[in-house]
């Protein structure tokens, strides 16, 4: 394999890559907490685009509940944001680990 061809190869993936980042900000995951009292939805580029907290648990008495409850369900929404990233990843490179890349 030439230069070139490496060349061609290296701007075909990174046309792709362009093209898998655009797609993953239109994905989305959802992690719900609570049974469901606080639900947070997060995109591809691992941005929490929502947060949605049931009126039943907002308790002016145990703020640090509410608390507790919304970082649990960020922090899983963003697990479930990079695993999606990884998968799609794994689909785009053919499983092999290239440094550099998310």
């Known amino acids: 394999m030439d230069i070139n061809q490496l060349m061609k190869q290296a701007k075909k993936m990174q046309a792709k890559m362009a093209e898998m980042q655009a797609e993953l ?6 992690s719900s907490v609570g049974g469901g009292m606080v639900k ?7 941005e929490v685009i929502s947060i949605k907290i049931d009126p ?3 308790n002016p008495e145990d703020v640090e509940m509410l608390e507790d409850l919304i ?4 922090n899983d929404a963003l ?3 990079q695993e999606m990233v990884s998968e799609e990843m794994k689909k785009l490179t053919g499983g092999l ?3 550099g890349l998310f």
Do not use: M, Y
């Open 25 to 30: 900000a239109k994905k989305t995951v959802e």
């Open 40 to 46: 947070v939805v997060a995109n591809g580029r691992q």
């Open 56 to 58: 039943e648990v907002v």
């Open 71 to 74: 970082l649990s369900a960020v």
């Open 79 to 81: 697990r479930r944001a």
């Open 97 to 99: 680990k290239i440094p």
